[in-house]
């Protein structure tokens, strides 16, 4: 099963591709988990996997170790859903991955082969939408509407951001990153610093985004863009 031909097409796709033995050391390491994570094939290869990829399930709780579950249960034959993890790249870069593993169905010369995908915005956006929607319960602004979607925010890491409505909204692109940077709690001070661009141009912006959305707060502005799926 360990045959070359089987791993290269493993590893022939943009995604990050590592794979490693039963006994967790890196076997193939392809161009797009070097891309990602910033380590060359050489100087991973025949390592222990959890020292160089180092994944937690979130900042404070590890989820590479030696007594990987992901893995044993993988090896045994168990198939595993895909999950998030926060690793650094070689750069000390955090990066927030999701990851799907594969592992051959027979047995024999057992491997695992997981597959990388980058979704730090995505993480970033859905972090700080969560950010913001304590902000309103904090301060009262929180609807039954919004509480809901903020259970289910928690609850499920399926929950995926909702794609702009420009058309409903009218929003330029700039007023979308100025919406979803106010979503993450920055003053306008902050934003216009953030953005490289003037404090009378961010405030401007600020103003555009309520004039179009006939609402009269920042408050307002991004709850009603979380409650259209704007952000």
């Excluded at 859903?81 to 047995?107: C, I, Y």
């Excluded at 950010?131 to 929950?159: D, I, N, P, Q």
């Amino acid at each position: 099963m360990r045959d070359k031909k089987y791993f290269d097409t493993l590893c022939n796709t943009a995604d990050g591709v590592f794979i490693v033995d039963a006994e967790k050391r890196i076997l193939r390491w392809n161009k797009g988990a070097e891309k990602i994570l910033g380590h060359a094939e050489a100087d991973v290869l025949n390592h222990d996997c959890f020292r160089i990829v180092a994944g937690k399930s979130r900042a404070d709780k590890g989820l590479c170790n030696p007594n990987c579950k992901i893995h044993a249960n993988a090896i045994s034959g168990t198939p595993q859903e895909n999950f998030d993890m926060l690793v650094h790249g070689k750069d000390q870069r955090p990066l927030w991955l999701n990851v799907s593993t594969l592992s051959p169905a027979d047995g024999e010369e057992p491997f695992l082969a997981h597959i990388l995908r980058d979704v730090t915005e995505e993480k970033r956006k859905e972090q700080a939408l969560e950010k913001f929607l304590e902000y309103l319960e904090a301060h009262g602004f929180m609807t039954k509407e919004l509480s809901s979607a903020k259970s289910a925010l928690r609850s499920s890491a399926a929950v995926k951001l909702a794609s702009m409505e420009k058309a409903a909204a009218s929003l330029s692109d700039r007023e979308i990153e100025v919406l979803t940077l106010l979503a993450e709690g920055l003053s306008t001070k902050n934003l216009a610093q953030k953005l490289n661009i003037s404090h009378f141009t961010a405030r401007n912006h600020i103003q555009n985004i309520l004039v179009k959305l006939d609402l009269h707060s920042k408050a307002q502005a991004v709850s009603y863009a979380f409650k259209r799926g704007i952000l």
